[in-house]
């Protein structure tokens, strides 16, 4: 198994930049799926981006797409979130996410992710 861990969130201006990263303890990292979602108070997660294992696929949200970049490094344990243009609705605390690669049949749904990390938090001011 992993266990994700989530930085890099903060304040930033809209229009600007960050990068989250996720560090991933554990050997297996390779044989995960990784996937970014999203969280404001009352409203329900929505997924942002998704990598597969090898890092040769990627997805992306509709509402971010052509902003965010989602990237990984497998002898890093690590994978990325290169966050640009960013706007006031970006705001939410970001989680990362693991599922076991074969089994991640929809990388939008939550569900099929096994491992979160505790999430960071995101604010982007007008």
């Known amino acids: 198994q992993v266990r994700p861990v989530e930085s890099g969130g903060g304040f930033v201006q809209g229009g600007g930049s960050l990068r989250l990263s996720c560090a991933a303890s554990?050997?297996?990292?390779?044989?995960?799926?990784m996937g970014w979602f999203r969280q404001t108070p009352g409203k329900v997660r929505e997924f942002v981006a998704a990598i597969t294992w090898s890092g040769s696929s990627t997805y992306y949200a509709d509402s971010v797409k052509g902003r965010f970049t989602t990237s990984r490094d497998n002898a890093k344990n690590a994978v990325y979130l290169q966050m640009n243009s960013l706007k006031p609705e970006d705001t939410a605390i970001y989680y990362c996410?693991?599922?076991?690669?074969?089994?991640?049949?929809?990388?939008?749904?939550?569900?099929?992710?096994?491992?979160w990390g505790q999430g960071t938090q995101v604010t982007v001011s007008l």
């Open positions: 996410a693991a599922g076991l690669r074969g089994k991640v049949l929809d990388y939008s749904t939550d569900y099929f992710y096994d491992f």
């Open positions: 554990g050997r297996t990292f390779s044989s995960y799926d």
